[in-house]
């Protein structure tokens, strides 16, 4: 019988499918290595919220930085995915469990996807919004930008 998320031989129940736990484990180990690699660009320098922003305001990679990071995260939740798939449960409480945990998957994907275009793309707009406005305004702008970096748990 073929699986319908996969394409390939189901096995029998509880028996899981090593070739789809082989690509969970190279998904997971990529999304991993992927989401590491953007974290070291991340701009983190300065010491008050000032000098955090204009470092900020001063990244040409600050949403760059993101995406890949998402892309990483969204990596690994596709690896765990896989190996939901991968571990062949189809009955009883284990069953019910393996679902709720390929749910919460996708709800965690959809999560950072908001994180990162906060982080990534409406921080980084307030940023270079406040360095760019006049002195006068400025007071306003860093607010907003500092209640920005609230919402994405900074």
Known sequence: MKSAA??????MEGRPDRKL????????IAGTAVYWVAQRYHEERGVTPNEVFTAYANSN???LVHAVQFAGSGIVIFGLLALFFALNINSGI???VNRFAAASAVVAFALNGILYAVDGIALKQAVDAWVSAPASEQPAYFAVVQEIRGLSGE
């Open 61 to 63: 990679t600050w949403m």
């Open 21 to 28: 736990l082989l690509f969970s484990a190279v998904l997971l």
């Open 6 to 11: 996969f394409g390939g031989l189901d096995h």
């Open 94 to 96: 284990r069953d019910l």
